[in-house]
């Protein structure tokens, strides 16, 4: 509470009691509890402190301010006061996580939420330099001691993608080789080849939070260059792979950071192609959505969901009118909520149109957030006396994206292609590794060259049941390129294989 009058509080703690509702429990035990008061306290230097200003004229003071010590958002404010009158100026003051060669450190504390399920307890956002050339960036954080804080982070590039997203719910090995969802004190996150500029990294601490201890102090690290994977893959157009037939070669991966991770391989042509999302949301029909909503149709769960690969860097979303006579438009955007793309909204990188009968609209990124997009439709009005008028629509979104390599087999499903059917990947817990194989069948004509990139993608497997909803948390690990040249094999009869 802002302002509190003095004077002595109570304060009150309580619980329903057993069977008291439907479902109903109560609470029995000792309960923790802390009340704190703070206080306001200059924290600028303002000069000059006072003006006089007569009408009509203007008059400049400046403020001069000395960042905090530890890296994150403080807020301030400049308080204004005339004989008749106050009023404040907001300010933020932000101090970037310090980033040299070796990456850089930053520490917080969890203070807890509100018990709310579904929305954010807290949120904690950092911001850091990237230099250029960084063969990949890691950030990670460390709870002090409490597994059970559901923590989502979210590294987000210079353009405002969410380059790559992470949870501490994870996969955990139990008996043999069986494995449950659960959690651990650790999240780490990853991009390939980062773009120079200035990254956030967005904590999101979700309701609700555990009640064993009243704060939970938390640190975290960036770091460049930290992933080992090695490959014996070709290198060059020099090599070459005949058609038709099978070559092996040898792929290691270590796990080096401080969260155990499932991994898959997305191996990728340089080149690209422009492929059509099927909707994934069973509860919805992209071909033929009512408007207004019909119930249970709402904004994001019951709208179409697509899944955006990553290595995307344009996607066009569009509407068109089946029957009706209003005018319809349309919105689409990752669950996270940012960006949000719509005709409505002019932004950087946005490209729209509407009629009253369609509506599209195209976001062009050097890398658009990848997982899961929903898309919302919608009519735009005024409406007549009786309300939105009835229509039914139909729904179509493209990705032009880094073309997929069916050529190359491996032990691993893709999730970019295979979705929501994902089960097939390596766990590896901090410090261990794995060698395993991956194929090349070259298909094209004999003479073609063909070069790609082998990422080694890794995801949260807790994020398909949801701490909020459905979403695919996924960052790019690796990067293993590959070339070769087609040839042809004289008096084969049988594939060949090749170990490398």
Same mark, same amino acid.
């Given at each position: 509470?802002?302002?509190?009058?003095?004077?002595?509080?109570? $304060?009150?703690?309580?619980?329903?009691?057993? =069977?008291?509702?439907?479902?109903?429990? =109560?609470?029995?035990?000792?309960?923790?509890?802390?009340?704190? %008061?703070?206080?306001?306290?200059?924290?600028?230097? @303002?000069?000059?402190?006072?003006?006089? %200003?007569?009408?009509?004229? !203007?008059?400049?003071?400046?403020?001069?301010?000395?960042?905090?010590?530890?890296?994150? &958002?403080? &807020?301030?404010?400049?308080?204004?006061? $005339?004989?008749?009158?106050?009023?404040?100026?907001?300010?933020?003051?932000?101090?970037?996580?310090?980033?040299?060669?070796?990456?850089?450190?930053?520490?917080?504390?969890?203070?807890? /939420?509100?018990?709310?399920?579904?929305?954010?307890?807290?949120?904690?956002?950092?911001?850091?330099?990237?230099?250029?050339?960084?063969?990949?960036?890691?950030?990670?954080?460390?709870?002090?001691?409490?597994?059970?804080?559901?923590?989502?982070?979210?590294?987000?590039?210079?353009?405002?993608?969410?380059?790559?997203?992470?949870?501490?719910?994870?996969?955990?090995?139990?008996?043999?080789?069986?494995?449950?969802?659960?959690?651990?004190?650790?999240?780490?996150?990853?991009?390939?080849?980062?773009? $120079?500029?200035?990254?956030?990294?967005?904590?999101?601490?979700?309701?609700?939070? !555990?009640?064993?201890?009243?704060?939970?102090?938390?640190?975290?690290?960036?770091?460049?260059?930290?992933?080992?994977?090695?490959?014996?893959?070709?290198?060059?157009?020099?090599?070459?792979?005949?058609?038709?037939?099978?070559?092996?070669?040898?792929?290691?991966?270590?796990?080096?950071?401080?969260?155990?991770?499932?991994?898959?391989?997305?191996?990728?042509?340089?080149?690209?192609?422009? %492929?059509?999302?099927?909707?994934?949301?069973?509860?919805?029909?992209?071909?033929?959505?009512?408007?207004?909503?019909?119930?249970?149709?709402?904004?994001?769960? =019951?709208?179409?969901?697509?899944?955006?690969?990553?290595?995307?860097?344009?996607?066009?979303?569009?509407?068109?009118?089946?029957?009706?006579?209003?005018?319809?438009?349309?919105?689409?955007?990752?669950?996270?909520?940012?960006?949000?793309?719509?005709? =409505?909204?002019?932004?950087?990188?946005?490209?729209?149109?509407?009629?009253?009968?369609?509506?599209?609209?195209?976001?062009?990124?050097?890398?658009?957030?990848?997982?899961?997009?929903?898309?919302?439709?919608?009519?735009?009005?005024?409406?007549?006396?009786?309300?939105?008028?009835?229509?039914?629509?139909?729904?179509?979104?493209?990705?032009? !994206?880094?073309?997929?390599?069916?050529?190359?087999?491996?032990?691993?499903? &893709?999730?970019?292609?295979?979705?929501?059917?994902?089960?097939?990947?390596?766990?590896?817990?901090? /410090?261990?590794?794995?060698?395993?194989?991956?194929? %090349?069948?070259?298909?094209?004509?004999?003479?073609?060259?063909?070069?790609?990139?082998?990422?080694?993608?890794?995801?949260?497997?807790?994020?398909?049941?949801?701490?909020?909803?459905?979403?695919? &948390?996924?960052?790019? @690990?690796?990067?293993?390129?590959?070339?070769? !040249?087609?040839?042809?094999?004289?008096?084969?009869?049988?594939?060949?294989?090749?170990?490398?």
């Amino acid at each position: 509470m802002a302002g509190p009058p003095a004077g002595q509080w109570t $304060a009150l703690l309580f619980t329903e009691q057993n =069977g008291a509702t439907k479902g109903g429990k =109560g609470t029995k035990g000792t309960v923790q509890w802390d009340a704190s %008061i703070w206080r306001y306290a200059p924290a600028a230097a @303002v000069h000059p402190s006072s003006l006089t %200003i007569g009408p009509g004229q !203007t008059a400049t003071a400046t403020m001069s301010v000395t960042g905090p010590r530890l890296a994150g &958002d403080t &807020d301030e404010s400049i308080v204004v006061s $005339a004989p008749a009158e106050q009023t404040t100026v907001p300010v933020t003051v932000r101090t970037m996580v310090p980033v040299g060669a070796r990456g850089g450190l930053f520490q917080g504390v969890l203070t807890g /939420g509100n018990g709310r399920g579904g929305s954010a307890a807290q949120t904690n956002t950092y911001f850091f330099q990237v230099p250029a050339g960084e063969a990949e960036l890691a950030a990670s954080v460390a709870l002090h001691s409490d597994p059970g804080e559901a923590l989502v982070g979210y590294l987000v590039d210079p353009e405002g993608q969410t380059a790559g997203y992470s949870s501490n719910y994870t996969v955990v090995p139990k008996t043999g080789s069986r494995l449950v969802a659960g959690s651990t004190r650790y999240l780490e996150m990853y991009h390939v080849a980062p773009q $120079a500029g200035q990254w956030e990294l967005v904590l999101e601490w979700e309701n609700p939070v !555990t009640g064993n201890e009243l704060t939970e102090p938390f640190s975290g690290a960036i770091r460049f260059n930290q992933v080992e994977a090695f490959s014996l893959l070709p290198t060059s157009t020099s090599t070459l792979l005949l058609k038709s037939h099978t070559a092996y070669f040898e792929v290691a991966l270590a796990n080096t950071g401080v969260a155990p991770e499932a991994y898959f391989v997305d191996p990728r042509l340089d080149q690209t192609t422009t %492929i059509t999302l099927k909707n994934l949301n069973p509860g919805t029909s992209a071909s033929r959505l009512h408007l207004p909503p019909r119930l249970g149709q709402t904004f994001p769960l =019951g709208t179409p969901l697509y899944l955006v690969p990553a290595g995307t860097t344009q996607l066009n979303a569009s509407l068109s009118r089946l029957a009706g006579t209003g005018r319809v438009s349309l919105a689409i955007s990752p669950l996270n909520g940012d960006p949000a793309v719509s005709p =409505g909204i002019p932004q950087t990188g946005v490209t729209a149109a509407s009629t009253r009968t369609s509506g599209r609209v195209s976001l062009s990124e050097p890398e658009i957030t990848p997982g899961l997009w929903a898309l919302a439709p919608g009519e735009v009005g005024p409406y007549p006396p009786g309300g939105a008028p009835k229509e039914i629509v139909a729904a179509k979104v493209t990705a032009v !994206t880094q073309a997929f390599d069916r050529t190359v087999r491996f032990g691993t499903d &893709d999730l970019w292609e295979v979705g929501l059917k994902f089960n097939r990947f390596y766990y590896l817990a901090p /410090g261990q590794s794995v060698v395993t194989a991956v194929s %090349i069948t070259p298909t094209a004509a004999v003479g073609t060259q063909v070069s790609g990139t082998l990422y080694v993608d890794d995801f949260t497997l807790e994020s398909f049941v949801g701490i909020r909803g459905v979403l695919p &948390d996924s960052d790019e @690990v690796a990067a293993l390129p590959y070339s070769y !040249t087609v040839g042809r094999c004289f008096g084969c009869l049988v594939p060949v294989k090749r170990r490398y």
